[in-house]
């Protein structure tokens, strides 16, 4: 359990207490992901002992949680309240937003899930998958859905999928907005803006707590519009001779449109690459979020018997997943496609940090086979989903909360936004900087950190979810850098006498098989002494032989593989 | 061994074979390391039997090395011909040019290595701490030095360290031409510019094989200014109202000089923080190269007791290293510095691809602590040190060679470098796309790639050197990703009999110790059927084991831990 941080912007406490229980008629609200990190985003609110849940996500593993498919937020605080949840109201389709939503569904199937259209359509088609029939409440902008005591007023908001809200809880206790993922393109592919006016309306009739998006607080100025990206693809399409390669995001349905849009231009056909992007592409079109032009698709297998120059191939990947098309492809190794000298690549895509290293490999990997690799480094093939620094400052005067609680980013982010927002005039105690389990109750039209609750890591590993925690971690860490010794040797006590050699096995310490030769010796007689010595005990000597091999392999190869000493009696 | 790839600029030879002999009167060129990635730098120059080696370092493991420290060239070519190398020509003081000296000397430690005074001064110091007594030949910009056959030119460049080298090698070969790393600042620091002039000469005298940086060659333009910094970390000092904390790369001198020029123009006194900083700055001092007004330093401890405000920290740590001062301030475990909220720390440096999630986890850190962390993403704190695009261009414009060879970059790097000379007007086949191992040689005034050497990664982990290959990576990654299952029976093969039941032992796997009580019994069911029916051979049992056990958790976990069964017989 990870012991709480946080404070009014500036005073980081960092012991906070569990929370008193909430006064009546007072909203709480906790977060148990997204803020302190990127992803698994879930807030929870409180009022008159029920609970509206806002997004249910999940988050991505860094490299000291190696092994690991995926991290969900803690559930711990509201699996023994689970008839308490009016709904989960979702703000739009992202994994970060909808990945958790199988997992709490597993603890109560008949939540209300309650989302725009395509944001529902991306979870059925996720819930499916897993087997689970969810209860659907579909809501579009402007619309009012009354869960419980808390009754929700959605706005529309412009990100980097369609069809995502930002939602208005208004309840007694006061107006919670919590604004979603958001940017502010003032010439959105489909016209659907971030709706300052409703915001602008909320913000006269008093936001008292807004919960806004912090992802590029850090990034000065405005969005370049997603529309700028049309002629950039453009130029390439223009240029490209042979195979074309476009990779993104699969929920990315505007960049996407845009590539078939310069295919059908260039006398291309396309090819989708990638079950996620076939799927969602699917439901995009179905919806009538994606237009696309008459004959313009083709299957991978047609496109691969088409002379290259005639068709675009749109490939998930865009991340440097190593078992993507993409990245089969950049080693050489995809069975239907193969990149030859002049191809080009168009990564039209963010590059997630954490990424990177894995990005530019599949760069280096198709660059090596001689392909023009066109990313966002050197030409501007993407623009991020998230208001940067001028559109917060923006959205902050416009609705004017009393409250501000810097959501959906790492610390960097959320201290950011703090100060974003001390600069259009809040005052430093009206902005409450918190991380994941920290508790904020708004009481009597005052919103303050009140405590914090544990909240964890839970860890989902093939079928686990739950058992793999910080212990197994720790031990894949050690495992993983440095290797393990494993020495058992069978004695019988009642003798003293060895009767079975020590039996060594080694794993990820050395190419060299008698790397322990020396040491080996070294313990059989250190044995032979202990047991002649009168010393039977297994777990001491056990530890006796972790004691002689942990120092050999210090002083010989200043290393520290883990030692795994077994003494079996029989 | 790496099966190497290279080509004439758009044609990857994917299978090059071992190089003929080379013609009297050729001169064959060898990257070990630093084509392909960017690292390890390393070239040999063969003539007449003759060896010259330019630059010899370290790459840095990444990820998927996981528990390395370094990574050396492999020197397997060399080895068994290190009575020819006439010396090694250092082009300047960065790790990836100079760390992998220690461990060529100690295969021959009378090697001459050839380099400027403050090039030489680092690697003394790098050997004094390997207990390596070095011949060093120092030379400057404008000097000659002969090493056998190679008369050799030395040539000033500018770069993010001073005193760094551009090497004419005249040969009756022709001429090659080492760019080392470089840049052309117009407004260097200390007024070293890259002497455009030495270019140009040896461009009109004839330069047959150009061999130049090419890391920054997908950057559009031309380097700022390093002495831009001055003025933003004025602007940082004026606004800093607490503790100042400025991290740099440890041999970063001008960046450094900008830091102590700011201290001393707003009243704070400096202490130097983390071993290298303190080494080479101390150096950097000696030489003339650090200009340190009177009575500006104080040690760490004399700083830590003075009012905050009136000292600033330089420390190390300015690529998320977790052991580093910064590193430990970050998770607030340093000693003596406690980060107060309203602390400014500055990151005045670079982030090394591969670093970044360290990175901004010690920014989240500090950030967390109420620290304000200004980085190369919101302030110009950081200019690059090497060429970008224009400066390339101009280089090869006027350099004019007959050959290009990039050097130093990851594919993306090496074919960016290639489009540029392309553009400039050579022609395709001049261009000689090269990866580590692969063979050019230049025999009457034609360079061409004629074939490849097996080169490897020669891993350094602990005192080990070469000990640690692809075997035990490719197991320390199965480990630390999926842990192991170890599972341990003696039989008595004479009577068919268990002697001592299985024992598990598992790490990595699960926080849960049951995890496997149900495939134990079953393991015992199948061993006892298997000896019953006879079979006592131990390789057998073991591979029936693994096959159980690799079903069953594969089927009810959907993982794939390292499993490793042991049957003793006694």
């Not at 959605?154 to 940017?183: E, M, Q, W, Y």
């Amino acid at each position: 359990m990870t012991v709480s941080s946080a404070g009014q912007a500036g005073q980081p406490h960092l012991d906070l207490k569990t929370p008193p229980p909430l006064p009546a008629g007072g909203l709480r609200v906790i977060a148990l992901g997204g803020l302190g990190e990127i992803g698994r985003n879930m807030a929870v609110l409180e009022f008159d002992g029920r609970l509206l849940v806002i997004d249910c996500g999940v988050l991505f593993p860094e490299a000291e949680q190696p092994g690991v498919d995926l991290i969900l937020p803690d559930f711990g605080v509201i699996e023994h309240r689970l008839a308490d949840i009016e709904a989960v109201v979702l703000t739009h389709g992202h994994e970060d937003h909808i990945g958790a939503i199988p997992y709490l569904l597993r603890l109560r199937g008949d939540i209300p899930l309650v989302g725009s259209r395509f944001t529902l359509a991306l979870v059925a088609a996720k819930l499916r998958e897993h087997r689970l029939v969810p209860t659907l409440v579909e809501v579009a902008a402007g619309d009012d859905h009354l869960a419980g005591p808390f009754h929700c007023e959605f706005i529309s908001v412009n990100h980097s999928i369609p069809d995502a809200l930002a939602v208005a809880v208004h309840t007694p206790a006061g107006v919670l907005v919590h604004t979603g993922d958001f940017k502010m393109d003032q010439l959105p592919l489909d016209g659907v803006l971030t709706d300052l006016g409703a915001f602008a309306r909320l913000g006269i009739e008093g936001i008292d707590l807004l919960l806004a998006d912090s992802t590029n607080a850090e990034i000065p100025g405005f969005v370049t519009p997603e529309r700028s990206i049309g002629p950039v693809l453009e130029d390439v399409f223009r240029r490209a001779t042979q195979r074309l390669i476009v990779s993104s995001f699969a929920s990315h349905v505007h960049r996407i449109q845009q590539v078939l849009d310069a295919a059908d231009t260039h006398g291309r056909k396309v090819a989708l690459v990638g079950r996620s992007m076939v799927r969602n592409m699917g439901v995009a079109r179905d919806l009538g979020l994606l237009h696309v032009p008459p004959g313009l698709m083709v299957s991978l297998d047609e496109a691969t018997s088409m002379p290259p120059e005639q068709v675009v191939l749109v490939s998930t990947g865009s991340q440097g997943e190593p078992l993507s098309a993409l990245g089969r492809m950049a080693r050489g190794e995809h069975h239907q496609v193969t990149i030859e000298a002049g191809d080009t690549i168009v990564l039209a895509s963010s590059l997630v940090p954490g990424n990177e290293t894995a990005v530019y490999k599949v760069i280096n990997g198709l660059a090596r086979l001689g392909a023009t690799v066109v990313h966002k480094e050197t030409a501007r093939v993407h623009v991020s989903g998230h208001a940067p620094a001028g559109e917060l400052r923006t959205l902050l005067n416009v609705a004017k909360p009393r409250y501000l609680m810097p959501v959906h980013g790492e610390w960097r982010h959320l201290r950011a936004h703090a100060a974003l927002a001390e600069e259009t005039g809040m005052a430093r105690d009206r902005v409450l900087l918190a991380e994941d389990g920290v508790v904020v109750d708004l009481v009597d039209g005052k919103a303050s950190i009140t405590g914090s609750v544990p909240v964890g890591n839970v860890y989902v590993d093939g079928l686990n979810v739950g058992d793999v925690g910080e212990e197994s971690l720790q031990e894949r860490r050690i495992l993983g850098d440095e290797g393990f010794v494993a020495l058992t040797v069978v004695i019988e006590p009642s003798t003293g006498t060895i009767v079975r050699p020590v039996h060594l096995s080694t794993r990820g310490f050395s190419d060299d098989p008698t790397a322990f030769d020396e040491v080996l010796r070294l313990v059989e007689d250190n044995l032979k002494r202990e047991l002649s010595d009168g010393q039977t005990d297994a777990h001491r000597l056990s530890q006796s032989i972790r004691r002689t091999v942990g120092k050999w392999v210090s002083d010989t190869h200043r290393r520290r593989p883990m030692i795994i000493p077994t003494v079996l009696e029989v």
